[in-house]
Nanobody
Framework: QVQLQESGPGLVKPSQTLSLTCTVSGGSITTNYYYWSWIRQPPGKGLEWMGAIAYSGSTYYSPSLKSRTSISRDTSKNQFTLQLSSVTPEDTAVYYC??????????????????WGQGTQVTVSS
């Protein structure tokens, strides 16, 4: 059974960088053809795909967030990390990490994601 767990600060000040880590257990993040994504849901809004890192280490980003987003991984710890820079209150959301398989693309097809973390609330406020 694959499990994902998000961790990081729940409160970030405007203009700072938000950093979250997803720790994966029950499966390796380097296993072929799996993609590991960050997804968020602002209050009262739908899910928004932010970016992903592939089993190969390749990264993919939402065009709307690409300039502020970086996703990396630590294979020795089986973790992948999100960094979102220059945050504003509009970045307040529940942040999820999730896994899907297949080929890259069509990231917003939520039915293709088979495992999700429980989500972590991040509030951007001074």
């Amino acid at each position: 059974q694959v499990q994902l767990q998000e961790s990081g600060p729940g409160l970030v000040k405007p203009s700072q960088t938000l950093s979250l880590t997803c720790t994966v257990s029950g499966g390796s993040i380097t296993t072929n053809y799996y993609y590991w994504s960050w997804i968020r849901q602002p209050p009262g809004k739908g899910l928004e795909w932010m970016g992903a890192i592939a089993y190969s280490g390749s990264t993919y980003y939402s065009p709307s967030l690409k300039s502020r987003t970086s996703i990396s991984r630590d294979t020795s710890k089986n973790q992948f990390t999100l960094q979102l820079s220059s945050v504003t209150p509009e970045d307040t959301a529940v942040y999820y990490c999730a896994r899907r398989s297949g080929v890259a693309g069509k990231w917003g097809n939520w039915r293709r994601y088979d495992y999700w973390g429980q989500g972590t609330q991040v509030t951007v406020s001074s």
